[in-house]
Every structure is written in C-alpha cells, then in structure tokens.
C-alpha cells in the first residue's frame, strides 16, 4: 500500500498517534494491566524508524489484533506500506472461552439431565454465540484496518 504522506510526515504522524508499549499484552485480557489515560491517541505499541507494531489503544475493549509493518520513502511526497494483521493471545482466549462455555453446557446437562428440547436449546444458544463471537471478532479486524488506513492516508497500488 502507499501512503499520500512524505516519510518523515507518516513516521511523526505514527509516532505521535502511539502510546509506547507491548502491543501483545495491549490485546489480550491483560490488557486492563496497562490502563493508560492518552486515550485519545488511536494506536498502542510500538515504532521504529522502519517498521511498527500498533494495536487499538483501548483500556476496556481490548482488539485481539496487531497490525504489523514496515515502511520505506517511495518518493518525496508518499512512503510504501507493507503490513499484516496479526492474531493475538486475546484472540484465542476469546474462542477458549467460548468453547468453556460450551463444555460447561455439556457437563451440567449430564450431572443434571435435561428433556431433549432443553438440550437442543443450550445447543443452539452455544452455537449461536460462537458464531456471533466469530463474526464480532472479524469485524473488529476490518474496523481497526478500515481506521488505520484512514489516518494513515493510505490506498492500493
């Protein structure tokens, strides 16, 4: 991708938009560990001359995403992004949990057995659930790149 800011103008504009940490822990349940009150910067983690780590800087909704990077000049007026999106730990903590629930489901029904449209019941509610939670997650992954783009000015080849 190609960013319509000048180097020098992307990395202080990063820079400046980052509050300094571990993106990794930012984006787990350990993430309220690292309560911070720049909330109004958009990005946690971390940036270096050519390459960067952010995640959403969030205290109490934490994305289970790291945007990982690199970056170079192109020319005077744009510089070359390249970056992937990574799974954190809070990812799949989030998918465990989920699976807890459902075998939490399972065990109470067979210490205390339940009619057939109970079980159906608690089988669709879990599945229900995991799918929401699914598609919640892949939401929030195309929300924080939509927004990163979107700062950062940056567009397709």
Known sequence: ???NLAYT???NKLDNLTVKGNPAIKGSPLGVL?????ISKP???EI???SFRVTANSNFGPIPYIIEGKFNSLDNSQTNVS???VKTFGHTWFKAFIGLLIILAIVMSIVQPVSYFESLFAVIVM???SLLG???LNQMKKSFIKKFCRILELVDN
């Open 134 to 136: 699914m598609w919640l």
């Open 1 to 3: 991708m190609t960013s």
């Open 9 to 11: 103008i992307f990395y």
């Open 34 to 38: 690292t309560f911070n009150t720049q």
């Open 48 to 50: 270096s001359n050519s």
């Open 43 to 45: 990005f946690y983690g």
């Open 127 to 129: 599945l229900s659930m």
């Open 83 to 85: 970056f992937d999106v």
